[in-house]
């Protein structure tokens, strides 16, 4: 029975969940390809303010890809690459162009593919007991490079060369130091912690949320910003929302934000 991605919706927190329990959340091609539909639909949500990912249950966030199922979709070069490039990373690559933060809630496993994911979110949140990791130089096969992308920008060449030359499984806390984490808490309160975050981002304007993610993904290009851009950076003077965080501020009341 192939696995499925969950969607949830609550004041403008969306909520995907992996979900294929029989295989601790490992994702298929059919998980693939609906994690790419449900992020491009909510990218373009004008009225999206966060998204949370997790898994199903408390076992896993994702054990990885369905390994059973690549004897058929990758039984050639050109079905390896459909599915890597055409399933996998253009996957990924939609988290990734997320405009809205993105919090990977972490319990249990994130191995591989799931690591893949977590990799690609702007926050990650994980249990003590959650471990991580992506061995599958043991299985005989290499990281795809489309799906190296995410990890790569997170962690930087060193430390994704010793997660994949080596194969080892990191525990929660050497994560946390290796920088794949944003933060570690204990096992029962990640999914407090995770609605705690989202609620704070809820508390921001929504406008500078999204600037902010857009400024920090320009920056990483390394190349200088033209006069245009920087113009730019100070939209934010034309918006209701600044003027009302302004009085709020002066009046010493909590603003409220309308995304204008």
């Known amino acids: 029975m192939p696995g499925e991605i969950l969607f949830s919706q609550d004041a ?3 909520t995907l969940t992996l979900s294929n329990p029989a295989k601790l959340n490992a994702v298929d091609a059919d998980m693939w390809r609906a994690l ?3 992020m ?3 990218n373009a949500n004008p009225d999206l303010r966060c998204v949370l990912l997790r898994g199903a249950g408390d076992k896993a966030f994702a054990a990885g890809g369905d390994i059973e199922e690549f004897i ?7 079905d390896a690459l459909h599915y890597h490039e055409g399933l996998v990373a253009a996957a990924l690559d939609a988290v990734r162009a997320c405009p809205v933060p993105t919090i990977a809630m972490i319990q249990g496993a994130c191995i591989g593919g799931g690591l893949e994911i977590a990799g690609c979110c702007d926050i990650r949140i994980a249990g003590e007991s959650s471990r991580f990791g992506a061995p599958i130089n043991k299985l005989g096969f290499s990281m795809y490079p489309g799906e190296m992308a995410g990890l790569l920008e997170l962690v930087g060449p060193a430390v994704l060369l010793e997660i994949l030359l080596e194969g080892r499984i990191l ?5 946390l130091a290796k920088g794949l984490l944003t933060r570690v808490v ?5 999914e407090h912690e995770a609605l705690a ?11 500078v949320a999204r600037w902010h993610k857009q400024w920090v993904h320009r920056l990483t290009r390394g190349t200088p910003l033209s006069l245009e851009e920087k113009r730019a950076a100070f939209d934010f003077l034309a918006t209701d ?3 009302e965080g302004l009085d709020a501020f002066l009046a010493k009341r909590t603003p409220v934000f309308k995304g204008r």
């Open 36 to 38: 790419e539909r449900h």
């Open 241 to 243: 929302d600044y003027q």
């Open 171 to 175: 525990v929660a806390r050497e994560a």
């Open 72 to 78: 058929t979709v990758r039984a050639t070069v050109d």
């Open 40 to 42: 491009r639909t909510l």
């Open 186 to 190: 204990d096992d029962e309160e990640v």
């Open 197 to 207: 975050t989202a609620a704070r981002i809820l508390k921001g304007a929504p406008l």
């Open 12 to 14: 403008g927190v969306a």
